[in-house]
């Protein structure tokens, strides 16, 4: 996708002025920073989940769409920011996971009963 081809241009492949170390680096904030994203988002909100489901929803497809953006936009940042934009697009996709199933499953519950 594009935001994939972004992220792995941002991080330095096809490049012979970026290291591995960078690139693994990068990688790796990227993936914690969502995962633990998605734990502190479930913890603090877990119960709230099932009462507004669609509010909660909404609020999914907007985070995955602000993280999405961040995703495509950041090959056009310099590298200094780079890994600070894509663990911020990584937390708001890992939060739209999050929102995004745990929504779904209380509306198809919802829609078959």
């Known amino acids: 996708t594009l935001a994939t081809r972004a992220m792995l241009k941002g991080v330095g492949v096809g490049s012979s002025q970026s290291t591995v170390l960078s690139g693994t680096l990068s990688w790796l904030l990227k993936d914690v920073s969502a995962l633990l994203s998605s734990i502190g988002f479930a913890v603090q909100l877990a119960n709230d989940l099932d009462n507004d489901a669609k509010q909660w929803r909404m609020f999914a497809d907007i985070t995955t769409d602000i993280g999405l ?45």
């Open 69 to 113: 953006l961040l995703e495509v936009y950041s090959e056009h940042l310099p590298p200094s920011l780079f890994t600070v934009v894509i663990c911020l697009a990584s937390m708001f996709r890992s939060v739209w996971t999050v929102a995004g199933w745990s929504s779904r499953v209380a509306l198809t519950q919802h829609f078959a009963i």
